[in-house]
């Protein structure tokens, strides 16, 4: 049974930042590119940044130059570095795996930004 478990979300200003982390079943993590997926109200779920088991990332253009999607294989945990949140970027955050067509989701942690 793969489990996800994201943690590090809150109530942020605008400016600030988060770091968001997701806690995985060890065998699999290891050896599975994994994602950050994002909901805001009333809005489709979309993939934010991704990233494979060796370290190749990707990233959304909403977020490019302000998030940093990471992991340690060694604590079986992927990261999301969040710096200079804007208002949009509220949402709740999943992490997924795998990326591109996800089998497992975490349950999520919400992400507030105020202005």
């Known amino acids: 049974q793969v489990q996800l478990v994201e943690s590090g979300g809150g109530l942020v200003q605008a400016g600030g930042s988060l770091r968001l982390s997701c806690a995985a079943s060890g065998t699999f993590f290891s050896i599975n590119a994994m994602g950050w997926y994002r909901q805001a109200p009333g809005k489709e779920r979309e993939l934010v940044a991704r990233i494979s088991s060796l370290g190749r990332t990707y990233y959304a253009d909403s977020v490019k130059g302000r998030f940093t999607i990471s992991r340690d294989n060694a604590k079986n945990t992927l990261y999301l570095q969040m710096n200079s949140l804007k208002p949009e970027d509220t949402a709740m955050y999943y992490c997924?795996?795998?990326?591109?067509?996800?089998?497992?989701w975490g349950q999520g942690t919400q992400v507030t930004v105020s202005s």
């Open positions: 997924a795996a795998p990326p591109l067509e996800p089998r497992y």
